[in-house]
């Protein structure tokens, strides 16, 4: 008897803190998403400026800050010149092979999908059959809010 209450703790507890961390979770998968495929930088040479809101939450995803820094200006090609001095960039560089990054960028979409799939439906279930929907809501809202209230600080 004791174990089917440890069981029932712990299913419980299992219950709560996935329905907290539930939104956390949603907004990593999805931001995890955006920067797998590079939407949040612009790379050299392109016309592509990412959003303000794409570049703001990549920031917060990897440095739990929205606070996004100013990117110096690169150096002009005199200065680089001065610090590199012609002799140093005669030599070419040795071919090296590139290897095709865009299966693994498609597969890491593809489990972020999944995954912000997978905990919408586990957060749906577990409020369709919930016996306390009131404290399964509170807690939910809480996941919400407590990040939302550390981003004061």
Known sequence: MALHRWLKAFRTLHLYFGVFTAPALLFLAFTGGLQSLNLHEAARGSDYKPPAWIVSMAHMHKKQSFEVPVKRAPPRRAAAQAIDPPQARAKPAPATH??????????????????????????????????????????????????????LF
């Open 98 to 151: 590139q290897r095709n990054v865009w299966p693994m960028k498609i597969f890491f979409v593809l489990v972020a999908l999944s995954l912000m799939l997978s905990t919408l439906t586990g957060v749906y279930m577990g409020w369709r059959y919930t016996r306390n929907r009131r404290r399964y809501g509170a807690i939910l809202a809480a996941g919400i809010i407590v990040p939302a209230l550390l981003m």
